[in-house]
């Protein structure tokens, strides 16, 4: 987060948003928050997963992530502009339409769960705003080692992840090994789904629909698992956030791939 507030111009960020009209706004709503969380509930009915399962792959439907394109990516066609505004976007309606959706949904299986919005707000402000501001105004007060820092940033923040999750999965190797194929079916589903609604909603070019597209892919799976555990006691959702936490990763490791040179030559513009 940090490394993206280093490279997020605030003009840029504005101009993002201001290019799309409500009918823009309505389809990256249903695109982001509802129709991930409807799919995640119709798979739910489609595939025999438990009430736990369940709950863990709808919060991860419900909970938009945190759309860290690598620079990879970025060189391969997407705008991490657009990315970071995305991003800081979802985060702002967070608060709003999770503790909306998912009042609604455990109402279709008559129970009643309130999440308080001020306690989304406080998650996102420490975890995402708060770190963004820091690598935005280090770009304002030193641009030169800004510029110089930021790959080692990346690099560091990388690592990091990439060793907490290997200790998280080591730790429940058992859950994962009792993983059922339905949990997975419903899991590359749900991931292909988030894909999807992009391709069919979002307006653009070519690198705009691309980038919104995988950006929706990166579910909160962090922020799904912590709602899951503390408003619906649902610690069995952990393999099911886990296996999507898995699916993503494969899937940023092949995007790259799939998107052939000439595309280089696009532009990364909304």
Not at 193 to 215: E, K, N, Q, Y
Not at 250 to 262: D, E, G, H, Q, T
């Amino acid at each position: 987060m940090v490394s993206i507030g280093m490279s997020l111009h605030w003009p840029e960020l504005i101009a993002n948003w201001r290019r799309l009209d409500w009918s823009g706004w309505t389809r990256l709503l249903l695109a982001t928050f509802i129709l991930p969380a409807t799919v995640a509930l119709i798979l739910a009915r489609i595939f025999p997963l438990t009430l736990h399962q369940t709950a863990g792959l709808f919060m991860v439907g419900a909970t938009p992530g945190a759309p860290l394109l690598t620079r990879n990516l970025a060189r391969r066609g997407f705008n991490m502009n657009l990315a970071a505004s995305y991003q800081v976007w979802g985060a702002v309606m967070t608060p709003i339409m999770i503790p909306l959706m998912t009042f609604l949904a455990a109402k279709l299986y008559d129970r009643d769960i309130w999440i308080p919005p001020r306690v989304l707000a406080w998650q996102i402000i420490t975890k995402e705003f708060v770190p963004l501001l820091v690598g935005m105004a280090l770009m304002h007060l030193a641009p030169a080692f800004s510029k110089k820092a930021q790959q080692a940033i990346n690099l560091i923040g990388n690592a990091v992840l990439i060793l907490v999750f290997a200790l998280l999965l080591w730790k429940m190797r058992h859950q994962l090994m009792a993983v059922t194929p339905w949990v997975v079916a419903a899991v590359v589903l749900l991931l292909i789904s988030s894909i999807a609604v992009m391709h069919l909603l979002a307006r653009g070019d070519a690198v705009t629909v691309r980038t919104f597209a995988v950006s929706n892919a990166n579910r909160h799976v962090g922020l799904a698992l912590l709602i899951s555990g503390r408003y619906m006691h649902s610690f069995e959702a952990l393999p099911v956030v886990a296996c999507y936490a898995l699916a993503v990763a494969v899937l940023m490791a092949i995007a790259p791939k799939i998107f052939r040179p000439k595309e280089l030559t696009q532009s990364a513009t909304v």
